[in-house]
């Protein structure tokens, strides 16, 4: 193997591994600033040692016991220096005898199950409600993703020293609130596995809408955020939440090849070519989402938003989407999410269902509402629905104002173009 | 960007007959990690050659021909189909797949990418 590739080599083994040793060592320190440094260390000495002496066989236990033993020295070192506060010239074996059983106990127990602990440890407290959404986004990616920082920066468009900054103050504040490195408890775990859930459909969001960013990092945002899904969702087996967010993310993503057209411009929803959709991904989906109605949990907002993206994957052409399911699902999510962008999709779904006369009269009671002024679907659907009821001009009018609102080129041209059609006689909308 | 592990059928599989314990242990523990790491997308065994069959081609007919067959280089048992972010940790992956004989024992797997539906990585490897 060349140099090279011995490095990248290391790099595979180092994304596979990363977030199990940083938890493990977390759990032994304590501290997950210190606990990714130490890791660090140890991916240091992997880059040493692997292009001289050839990858060893169990490359991951080999990182996991350096690492270890970088925190036992770490911990040793800060006993004596404790106690040299306290007792001065206590006697360094005893010292030593006191302080080992433990680390060494701590190293002899730790079993698959144990990582997997130790891994829903590191994500509850990368997580945590002491950070900004923005820190626990960059902490999550960082020590669970095994991101770059650099990569980070690219996704979320700041300089790489806005976001290694980012980084570093957010394990700063960590370590200054003390945050436990544990898993919260039942009173407290509904609102912080609120918070994990959130932050994966934000690193998904991100790469899904392509409002801003490096477009080569945005598919690679969908799949790390499907992948760290699909990891919370086997460390929690029993969460229909983390099924329900799993099966929304597969469903969409399932879509990602049909969203685009060949020059690149973005096509709706109702016009994609659902051949172009993955099956292996709806299926996966549709399996998370059954799994998650099974353990009761079919009301619950993630679910339920599943379910809306299984009435379209279920749906083999656009027409036979089923708008009245749709609109019970709406519905049902307005009670346990109640949002302007929900009642918005409602009355779009109440158009299709029960024609463009009820949508519009719904979009109109939303128009008034503040949090959707500058909200670029709002007109973009009362066009449609006015073009649907034959009132042109007025439908024009709305595309226009809608292309004017986003900020995404693509769906700027979009909106130019219906705007065009509809004033257009004899061409469809 | 996803890539297929190939299980090369042996004369035990072909035969249908199950691994032993040991192995199917390792390879339950293998798709496990897959799991945990969020990689795994789709396994599977196949069932030997004898309950297949194959269909030939010759100008505009198309022939069925049951199984069993008999070269075993081209026959398949199984496969493991992963979701990674780089051919290196395909390699890495595939590299950790227990010998699908058994310890010991020789055997091989095969290791592809697939194409992506969204049209990336269909350039030259």
């Known amino acids: 193997m060349t140099v090279d590739a011995t490095h990248r080599a290391i790099e595979a083994v180092w994304r596979i591994e990363s977030a199990k040793v940083i938890a493990h060592v977390a759990r032994l320190v304590r501290d997950v600033g210190l606990a990714e440094e130490l890791a660090q260390d140890a991916l240091v000495a992997a880059l040493e040692h692997w292009p001289v002496d050839g990858l060893p066989a169990n490359a991951g236990a080999w990182l996991m016991t350096t690492a270890k033993h970088r925190a036992l020295d770490r911990l040793r070192q800060d006993a004596l220096h404790a106690r040299k506060h306290e007792e001065l010239g206590h006697d360094l074996d005893a010292l030593q005898a006191h302080v080992v059983p433990d680390f060494v106990d701590a190293l002899a127990e730790a079993s698959e199950d144990d990582i997997g602990d130790d891994l829903l440890r590191l994500v509850f407290t990368a997580c945590h409600p002491v950070l900004s959404t923005d820190a ?3 902490l999550t990616l960082r020590l669970l993703g095994g991101l770059t920082t650099d990569e980070i920066a690219r996704a979320f468009l700041v300089p790489e020293a806005t976001m290694a900054q980012r980084i570093v103050r957010a394990k700063r504040t960590l370590t200054e609130a003390r945050v436990p490195f544990e898993v919260p408890r039942a009173a407290e775990l509904p609102e912080r596995l609120a918070s994990v859930l959130a932050v994966i459909y934000l690193v998904f969001n991100e790469g899904y809408s392509a409002t801003a960013g490096d477009d ?98 279920r749906a083999r052409q656009a027409e036979q989407t089923d708008w009245a399911q749709i609109v019970a699902l709406y519905d049902a999510l307005a009670q346990v999410a109640k949002s302007p962008i929900v009642e918005l999709n409602r009355a779009v779904a109440v158009g299709m269902a029960f024609g463009p006369a009820a949508g519009l009269e719904l979009i109109d009671a939303l128009a008034a509402d503040p949090a959707l002024a500058n909200y670029h679907w709002l007109p973009s659907v009362r066009g449609d629905l006015l073009a649907r009821l034959g009132r042109v001009e007025e439908a024009r009018a709305e595309f226009e104002r809608a292309a004017g609102m986003t900020r995404n080129a693509r769906e700027r041209e979009l909106l130019m173009a219906r705007a065009h059609a509809v004033a257009t006689p004899s061409s469809r909308v | 960007m996803r890539f297929i592990i190939i299980v090369k059928a042996t004369p035990d599989s072909e035969a249908g007959v199950m691994p032993e314990a040991p192995l199917r242990a390792e390879m339950a523990a293998y798709h496990e990690a897959l799991v945990n790491a969020g990689v795994l997308l789709d396994a599977a065994g196949l069932q030997p050659s004898a309950k297949g069959w194959r269909v030939r081609y010759r100008g505009t007919q198309a022939q069925v021909i049951d199984g069993p067959f008999t070269e075993a280089e081209g026959l398949i048992a199984g496969y493991t189909l992963i979701q990674v972010r780089t051919r290196e940790e395909a390699v890495e992956w595939a590299r950790r797949c227990p010998a699908p004989r058994g310890r010991g024992r020789d055997a091989e797997i095969e290791v592809r990418q697939l194409f992506e539906r969204d049209g990336a990585e269909t350039g030259p490897a």
Request: aromatic share 2%; charged share 25%.
């Open chain 1, 216 to 313: 080569w990092m945005r598919p690679a945002l969908c799949a790390e955020a499907l992948r760290l899904g699909r990891v919370v969702a086997g460390l929690m087996p029993d969460e229909s939440e983390v099924l329900g967010l799993v099966a929304m993310m597969e469903i969409q993503a399932s879509r990602t090849a049909a969203r685009t057209d060949d020059q690149g411009r973005a096509v709706l929803l109702m016009d994609q070519d659902r051949s172009r959709w993955d099956p292996l991904l709806i299926r996966r989906g549709l399996a998370a989402l059954a799994r998650a109605e099974a353990l009761g949990g079919a009301r619950g907002p993630y679910a339920l938003q599943a379910a809306l993206a299984a009435c379209h994957a």
């Open chain 1, 136 to 138: 626990r986004v960059a």
